[in-house]
Each structure stands twice: as structure tokens, then as C-alpha cells.
């Protein structure tokens, strides 16, 4: 089954705690994407990868890190968590390098820093 | 940058009724989707749709390029269709995806 695949599904921790977020796609895309969804604030873009070893910011990059070494994961980073990065966490994935295209989304990641 | 408006903003339907909603953008684009967001969460794919109309099922949607505006059609609304319908939106191949805020549906028994 096509599919996007992200862990943990729900993770508290504490503030300082290095942590990280695994993303992975069966379906041998080339873009894939982070997202966090905030009430109010929608939906918003924290980095993206058009291919293996090309990684660029989105809009709210800041406190996370990308690495993109093999095609099919994506791992978000959290260095050192904050409150405020209290979230749920989105990867996305999409076929075209170049272009979003259909953009097929995993289960969600609900983050809870304390 | 593009922006990117939903209306209405929120919906209550009796189960069985029809609703339209509506995704308004400011430029011209070449990406457009509609996404469902059920109660748990989850982000579900219903159309990828640039140009034209799609059916599938009791949904369908139609996007007037030129216009500037995207519909997406409900019909015989069920509870399981609750939840939030985003459009996303790029202009071109090297844009990020833009998101609307959203059409809350309820749908009620």
C-alpha cells in the first residue's frame, strides 16, 4: 500500500530533550515536506526536500533541522525542544522534483513539549 | 505572495443535504487540492485538481483556472464527512504549497 509513514503518533517530553520525528514514503517520491498545524494559525511549511541531499527553509524553520540522505525519509530534528514547538507535525510527499504536485500526507505526529 | 481564502469559513449540514464550498485564490496557479482533515487528525487526500472536474463517489470538485476559484461539491452529506476541508494551492513548479485556512462541516444526524 502507498503510504506515508511517520513516528512516533504522539510523543510528550521535556523542554531541552533532542528528539526526532521520522518520515518515510513507499512510493519513491522525490519532494518530500515537513508542516506543523497550529489552531489559528493553519497550516505552515518548515522545510522541504526536492531530492536526496537537497534540503531548503519554509516558513517556520527555526529550532528544527532536515537531513535527507536517502530518497524515501525525511527526518525532523528537534534539537532542543521548546514549548512552543508543542505541535502536530505533518510529512508530506509528492512525485514531481521540480513542482508539489499531489502531495500525500502521513497520520500526523501530535508533540507535546513540557 | 498568493493568497488563499475558503468560504464559508463554517458549515452545519442535517445529514443527506448538499453543501458547496469554495476556494478563492489570488493568482494564477498550476497545483490545486482539496484535503479533508477528519476529527482524529488525519489529512486525506479528495482531489488533485488544476484545471477542470473530477467526481468521486458523493464528492466532486471543479476549478475555473481562469477565474481564479475552486468548488467542491458534497452531496448526501453523511457525519462521516465532518471535519476540515482545506484547498492548497502553488502558483508555479518552484513554489511552496499555500494553504487555506479552512471550512469547518458539521454534519448532524
Known amino acids: 500500500e502507498a503510504q506515508v509513514t511517520q513516528n512516533p503518533r504522539y510523543l510528550i517530553t521535556v523542554t531541552g530533550k533532542k528528539l526526532t520525528v521520522t518520515c518515510s514514503q513507499n512510493?519513491?517520491?522525490?519532494?518530500m515536506s515537513w508542516y506543523r498545524q497550529d489552531p489559528g494559525l493553519g497550516l505552515r511549511q518548515i522545510y522541504y526536500?526536492?531530492?536526496?541531499?537537497?534540503?531548503d527553509k519554509g516558513d517556520v524553520p527555526e529550532g528544527y533541522k532536515v537531513s535527507r540522505k536517502e530518497k524515501r525519509n525525511f527526518p525532523l530534528i528537534l534539537e532542543s525542544p521548546s514549548p512552543n514547538q508543542t505541535s502536530l507535525y505533518f510529512c508530506a510527499s509528492s512525485r514531481e522534483g521540480l513542482s508539489p504536485g499531489e502531495l500525500f500526507f502521513g497520520e500526523g505526529s501530535r508533540l507535546t513539549v513540557l | 505572495g498568493i493568497q488563499v481564502e475558503q468560504s464559508p469559513p463554517d458549515l452545519i449540514l442535517q445529514e443527506g443535504a448538499n453543501s458547496t464550498l469554495r476556494c478563492n485564490f489570488s493568482d494564477s496557479v498550476n497545483n490545486l487540492q482539496w484535503f479533508h482533515q477528519n476529527p482524529w487528525g488525519q489529512l486525506i487526500n479528495l482531489f488533485y485538481i488544476p484545471s477542470g472536474t473530477k467526481q468521486n463517489g458523493r464528492l466532486s470538485a471543479t476549478t475555473v483556472a481562469t477565474e481564479r476559484y475552486s468548488l467542491l461539491y458534497i452531496s448526501s452529506s453523511q457525519t462521516t464527512d465532518s471535519g476540515v476541508y482545506f484547498c492548497a494551492v502553488a502558483k508555479t513548479s518552484y513554489d511552496k504549497v499555500i494553504f487555506g485556512p479552512g471550512t469547518s462541516l458539521s454534519v448532524i444526524p
Open positions: 526536500s526536492m531530492n536526496v541531499e537537497v534540503t
Open positions: 512510493m519513491n517520491h522525490e519532494y
